[in-house]
């Protein structure tokens, strides 16, 4: 496993709260970037065509597929990956619909059906209008959360606390009331298990789906819901800053989630997951990466932290 140092720093969001900045310093000579909340929408998948791709070549799926399916052979363990640019359009998978235990990454899930419904309770759709549901002190919408949730989601999606997943997913109807959410969120391989979140099935296609009801105006959640998920999945603590953002360059804006847990009942070894976006100049990336039987955590998180920038990178250099 990859060791960083962290340092920390205060930028000025697009509100202009203080955003906590993770700036990543590996000390191996990797490319990476900082880790802070990524919180606008984007209309359409196609939104935001026309970025600088001087230079760029035809994106050739074929090897990238190839090249990705060749690193996997020679790995202990299996994995899936499925990615999207939301800049050019390009979107890559490899056994994007496999089956994997989530592990945590079935947080964000959680939060993200919580929200959905107390937005349904408060009758409330993505584009409803007038000042009904606005907390006076901040002019946003209302999420519906008491202050005691609010700190348990801080703490479940920040520090992966486990203890905070397990009255979040109660509140949300347990799997009854994620299987309900999801169907509006479209993600068609999550299997919310019945009482331990952890345990449920999903597949990096479906995590895909996921972060795209994070980052589309054509979600289901308001956006004051979507810019609150993410701006946790940017300012995780420092431990926890790895996965996906091994494929972000420096100056990159970067909202995760990870899970990993040691799996006996469902498969063998540890299952390592990291999903999120990545958010620079000319490109908007939303990728998910799961593995499973890899022997270590350590194993999981180098096969997932190096199929992502593999990915990551094919798509940088290519246009439609």
Not at 22 to 37: I, T, Y
């Given at each position: 496993?990859?060791?960083?140092?962290?340092?920390?720093?205060?930028?000025?969001?697009?509100?202009?709260?203080?955003?906590?900045?993770?700036?990543?310093?590996?000390?191996?000579?990797?490319?990476?970037?900082?880790?802070?909340?990524?919180?606008?929408?984007?209309?359409?998948?196609?939104?935001?065509?026309?970025?600088?791709?001087?230079?760029?070549?035809?994106?050739?799926?074929?090897?990238?597929?190839?090249?990705?399916?060749?690193?996997?052979?020679?790995?202990?363990?299996?994995?899936?990956?499925?990615?999207?640019?939301?800049?050019?359009?390009?979107?890559?998978?490899?056994?994007?619909?496999?089956?994997?235990?989530?592990?945590?990454?079935?947080?964000?899930?959680?939060?993200?059906?919580?929200?959905?419904?107390?937005?349904?309770?408060?009758?409330?759709?993505?584009?409803?209008?007038?000042?009904?549901?606005?907390?006076?002190?901040?002019?946003?919408?209302?999420?519906?959360?008491?202050?005691?949730?609010?700190?348990?989601?801080?703490?479940?999606?920040?520090?992966?606390?486990?203890?905070?997943?397990?009255?979040?997913?109660?509140?949300?109807?347990?799997?009854?009331g994620v299987r309900k959410a999801n169907k509006r969120f479209g993600m068609t391989d999550?299997?919310?298990?019945?009482?331990?979140?952890?345990?449920?099935?999903?597949?990096?296609?479906?995590?895909?789906?996921?972060?795209?009801?994070?980052?589309?105006?054509?979600?289901?959640?308001?956006?004051?819901?979507?810019?609150?998920?993410?701006?946790?999945?940017?300012?995780?603590?420092?431990?926890?800053?790895?996965?996906?953002?091994?494929?972000?360059?420096?100056?990159?804006?970067?909202?995760?989630?990870?899970?990993?847990?040691?799996?006996?009942?469902?498969?063998?070894?540890?299952?390592?997951?990291?999903?999120?976006?990545?958010?620079?100049?000319?490109?908007?990336?939303?990728?998910?990466?799961?593995?499973?039987?890899?022997p270590t955590m350590e194993a999981g998180v180098a096969t997932v932290e190096h199929v992502?920038?593999?990915?990551?990178?094919?798509?940088?250099?290519?246009?439609?």
């Amino acid at each position: 496993m990859r060791r960083h140092i962290i340092a920390l720093a205060v930028a000025a969001g697009a509100t202009g709260a203080g955003l906590t900045v993770h700036q990543l310093v590996s000390d191996v000579p990797q490319r990476k970037g900082a880790v802070m909340g990524a919180t606008q929408s984007i209309g359409s998948p196609a939104a935001g065509r026309g970025a600088d791709v001087a230079g760029a070549r035809p994106f050739d799926r074929a090897g990238l597929r190839r090249t990705v399916r060749a690193y996997l052979g020679g790995r202990p363990g299996k994995a899936g990956v499925m990615a999207t640019d939301l800049r050019t359009g390009l979107s890559f998978g490899e056994n994007e619909k496999g089956d994997f235990v989530s592990a945590s990454v079935m947080k964000v899930d959680i939060l993200a059906s919580l929200l959905l419904q107390r937005q349904q309770r408060a009758g409330r759709g993505p584009a409803t209008g007038g000042g009904r549901g606005l907390n006076p002190a901040s002019g946003e919408r209302d999420l519906g959360l008491s202050d005691g949730q609010r700190d348990l989601a801080s703490q479940m999606i920040r520090e992966s606390d486990n203890t905070a997943a397990d009255a979040l997913y109660s509140a949300a109807g347990l799997s009854a009331g994620v299987r309900k959410a999801n169907k509006r969120f479209g993600m068609t391989d999550t299997k919310p298990f019945a009482t331990s979140w952890g345990s449920s099935w999903t597949s990096p296609a479906d995590q895909v789906r996921l972060l795209t009801n994070l980052t589309s105006d054509r979600s289901p959640i308001e956006a004051s819901g979507r810019r609150y998920i993410l701006g946790l999945m940017g300012s995780v603590v420092a431990e926890q800053a790895w996965g996906i953002s091994a494929a972000a360059l420096p100056g990159e804006r970067v909202a995760l989630k990870n899970g990993w847990t040691p799996v006996h009942d469902q498969g063998n070894g540890w299952a390592v997951n990291s999903i999120g976006r990545i958010t620079g100049r000319d490109h908007d990336f939303l990728i998910a990466v799961c593995s499973g039987d890899s022997p270590t955590m350590e194993a999981g998180v180098a096969t997932v932290e190096h199929v992502s920038d593999m990915v990551v990178d094919a798509l940088r250099v290519s246009r439609p």
